[in-house]
């Protein structure tokens, strides 16, 4: 754990009286780029949720755990520092296809609707499953997140 994740961690649990120490640090994407454009959408409230693959986390390929609600992010930058706290609020678990314009626009990005949210995800999701030699269905699982800032430096 980087010196960062545990100095704001630390503040955090200090200023709300939090006793335990049960969080997962990550950054969104999978580029210091992405990482930062969508931590600076968290960080003006236009994103409040975030999508993944189900199958990853059933297979054990993902490197957090699933989310569950409750549940402590730190989120980072793309220079891998601490910059927020969020708090899970919500976790559906929903085919693909079944996403709606609502999933779309808490993602906060592009123009916020589904459409955008398709075009921009499937491809992601294709060059991940990819990697595990999976295919992309719209029948896949998503784990759709939401999920509110508690605390950022």
């Given at each position: 754990m980087n010196?960062?994740?545990?100095?704001?961690?630390?503040?955090f649990k200090e200023k709300h009286g939090i006793l335990?120490?049960?969080y997962e640090a990550w950054a969104f994407g999978d580029s210091p780029e992405m990482a930062d454009e969508?931590?600076?959408?968290?960080?003006?409230?236009e994103k409040r949720g975030t999508s993944s693959l189900h199958l990853l986390y059933e297979l054990g390929l993902e490197e957090e755990t699933m989310?569950?609600?409750?549940?402590?992010?730190?989120?980072?930058?793309?220079?891998?520092?601490a910059q927020?706290?969020?708090c899970t609020k919500v976790v559906d678990v929903l085919p693909y296809s079944q996403l709606s314009e609502v999933h779309g626009y808490l993602e906060g990005?592009?123009?916020?609707?589904?459409?955008?949210?398709?075009?921009v995800h499937q491809p992601?999701?294709?060059?991940?499953?990819?990697?595990?030699?999976?295919?992309?269905?719209?029948e896949l699982l998503i784990v759709y997140e939401l999920f509110v800032v508690v605390f950022q430096r």
């Open positions: 010196q960062s994740v545990i100095e704001l961690w630390t503040q335990h120490d049960y969508w931590l600076a959408h968290v960080l003006k409230g989310p569950a609600v409750g549940q402590y992010s730190v989120l980072l930058d793309g220079k891998q520092h927020a706290i969020i990005e592009g123009d916020r609707t589904l459409k955008y949210w398709r075009q992601y999701f294709e060059q991940e499953l990819k990697g595990y030699k999976l295919t992309f269905s719209e």
